[in-house]
């Protein structure tokens, strides 16, 4: 069965200081791994997408990187503005072409001034 | 850019009620979504549908129907509200067919009280 699993749940840091959030999955071959924010009170946005391993996308503060078992969402120098729930998901190759997706339970982000 | 549009950002409805919630999207998407989204559970599919007319069971069926007659518009039903489908629904569409590995684009959800 597919599975995606973040970690850390919930990540408190200061202004400019630099992390990484984990998304590991088990997917039965890999057709794309998504990363969306989530804002509260609103539905998840789309940031990055990821086919194969190897794979790097960039996003002002934030980099996407992608291997056979797990994707890390690198946040450099993260502002207030940062703070939000990030969400992985996967979508397997064996899916059918209605763009099923597994979605992991999230990582809480709070960036202090 | 595409838009999704739930038609309700708040709702509180009674056990026993019979629930509409309504989606619209503006892309022309071939697929459509609904996802509760609970705390420390994540995001879990209730249906989907790749077409007008077409429905599939995502993991969470139970309680749920939907109807899809017009290709941008998406409905959840919940037959007989229950104190425990009180949750966030998110609304979801993406691109079908060679397209089929690009990202599910989310409405702003609806928070759904049954008391």
């Known amino acids: 069965e597919d599975q995606v699993t973040q970690s850390p749940e919930a990540l408190r840091l200061q202004e400019g200081e630099s992390s990484s959030l984990n998304c590991s999955y088990t997917?039965?071959?890999?057709?794309?791994l998504f990363w969306y924010r989530q804002d509260p009170g609103k539905g998840p946005e789309f940031l990055f997408t990821?086919?194969?391993a190897g794979e790097e996308k960039e996003k002002e503060r934030l980099k996407a990187t992608l291997t056979k078992k797990e994707s890390f969402l690198h946040i450099t120098a993260p502002k207030p503005e940062d703070s939000a729930t990030y969400l992985c998901?996967?979508?397997?190759?064996?899916?059918?072409?209605?763009?099923?997706?597994?979605f992991g339970a999230g990582t809480r982000l709070t960036v202090k001034p | 850019d595409v838009k999704v549009t739930q038609s309700s950002r708040y709702l509180v409805k009674r056990t026993g009620e019979k629930v509409f919630l309504e989606c619209v999207q503006d892309m022309d998407h071939e697929n459509m979504f609904w996802y509760r989204q609970d705390p420390g559970l994540g995001l879990r599919l209730i249906y989907f549908?790749?077409?007008?007319?077409?429905?599939e069971k995502g993991d969470i069926p139970e309680g749920y129907s939907v109807s899809r007659e017009k290709k941008e518009r998406f409905s959840l039903i919940l037959e007989s509200a229950s104190t425990n489908q009180t949750s966030m629904y998110l609304c979801?569409?993406?691109?079908?067919?060679?397209?089929?590995?690009?990202?599910?684009?989310f409405g702003d959800g609806t928070r759904l009280s049954i008391l």
């Open positions: 997917v039965s071959g890999l057709r794309g």
């Open positions: 990821l086919y194969s």
């Open positions: 979801a569409s993406s691109l079908s067919g060679i397209y089929s590995n690009q990202p599910q684009h």
């Open positions: 998901a996967v979508q397997a190759i064996l899916t059918m072409e209605n763009n099923d997706m597994r």
């Open positions: 549908s790749y077409d007008v007319k077409m429905k």
